[in-house]
Nanobody, 115 residues
Framework: QVQLVESGGGLVQPGGSLRVSCAAS????????MGWYRQAPGKQRELVAT???????NYAESVKGRFTISRDNSKNTVYLQMNSLKFDDTAVYYC?????????WGQGTQVTVSS
């Protein structure tokens, strides 16, 4: 069974940094576009960033210049480095793996930005 396991969420002050990770198992990781999405209370899930197998990266406008997505195919892991965090970044962050008609989600990790 495919598993995407997120880790690294937590509580951080505004302006702080946090890195979340997603470890994948039972998929050919290098073939998948990996992504991070987030969902804040009362809002729809939204794209944060994606990284394709060849390394092409896409960011939501709201996180450009502050967040960095990366992947390590040798560890089947995708990362999201989040800097200059804002109150509006508070959400559950979900890992996604997508390839053709295969679409998998992790269980999510909570990121809370609060003073």
């Amino acid at each position: 069974q495919v598993q995407l396991v997120e880790s690294g969420g937590g509580l951080v002050q505004p302006g702080g940094s946090l890195r979340v990770s997603c470890a994948a198992s039972r998929i050919t990781f290098s073939r998948f576009t990996m992504g991070w999405y987030r969902q804040a209370p009362g809002k729809q899930r939204e794209l944060v960033a994606t990284i394709a197998p060849g390394g092409t990266i896409n960011y939501a406008e709201s996180v450009k210049g502050r967040f960095t997505i990366s992947r390590d195919n040798s560890k089947n892991t995708v990362y999201l480095q989040m800097n200059s965090l804002k109150f509006d970044d508070t959400a559950v962050y979900y890992c996604n793996a997508r390839f053709v008609n295969f679409d998998y989600w992790g269980q999510g990790t909570q990121v809370t930005v609060s003073s």
